[in-house]
């Protein structure tokens, strides 16, 4: 996804939301592709105490099933796994599309509001990419990119639009996928993540 209105320079940021920012970049590459052996090497060697200062450690149990996760999977393991879980033969075992969860049909309602929005905010789908604008990853990299900006009401109001109502549903799909080991680690920890994202969010209305 990118934003044709970013502005050349850059807001300031503080600490928190610069880790919120790399949080919702991490889970959308994860989600997008298998992870490539640099990625599980960084995972694998993380800063665990580091990561856990993120919201008063309220994802101090996800941190360390990530990083054992990455230690324990192999490259290979990992790009079968994401096969399986994701694409699989027809469809994967999960279905990573808003209008999925909301409808139950691909390219349906919620992606054009969604894409109407996007307009709205400047966004438009990269020309290499190909899933539709409603992809968990797509829309993960839009929050990251609205948390740089640094508009709580513009973050608020397209997470609790486009992935409040059904972002929980996905993580815990994606931990109980059948064939999840790996993706088991990152669907907990985005569950925490987006939880407290959601909480974030409703307070500040």
């Known amino acids: 996804m990118e934003n044709s209105a970013m502005k050349s320079h ?8 610069l880790l919120r920012i790399e949080i919702y970049n991490m889970l959308a590459h994860l989600c997008r592709q298998a992870p490539a052996q640099s990625v599980l090497e960084f995972l694998a060697n993380i800063d665990v105490d580091t990561a856990q200062t993120f919201q ?7 941190w360390p099933l ?9 490259l290979l393991s990992v790009e079968e796994e994401y096969q399986d ?12 599309f808003g209008s999925w969860y909301l409808t139950g049909s691909l390219m349906e309602m919620p992606l054009a509001y969604l ?15 190909i899933e539709p604008e409603d992809h968990i990853s797509a829309l993960l990299e839009v929050m990251a ?13 397209f997470f609790n639009r486009h992935l409040a109502p059904w972002c929980e549903k996905f ?6 996928a059948k064939s999840a080991v790996f993706y088991t680690a990152v669907g907990e920890l985005a569950w925490q993540f ?3 994202e959601k909480t974030r969010f409703l307070e500040s209305q």
């Open 194 to 196: 987006l939880t407290i």
């Open 115 to 129: 894409r109407q929005d996007l307009r709205q905010l400047g966004f438009e789908r990269a020309q290499s990419v």
């Open 66 to 74: 990530l990083k054992l996760a990455a230690q324990k999977t192999t």
């Open 10 to 17: 850059t807001n300031y940021v503080d600490q928190d939301d």
């Open 145 to 157: 990119m609205l948390v740089e900006g640094s508009d709580e009401h513009l973050q608020q109001t």
């Open 56 to 62: 008063r450690q309220t994802m101090a149990s996800a």
């Open 171 to 176: 993580c815990t799909d994606l931990k109980a």
């Open 85 to 96: 879980v994701f694409i699989g033969i027809g469809r994967g075992e999960v279905i990573p």
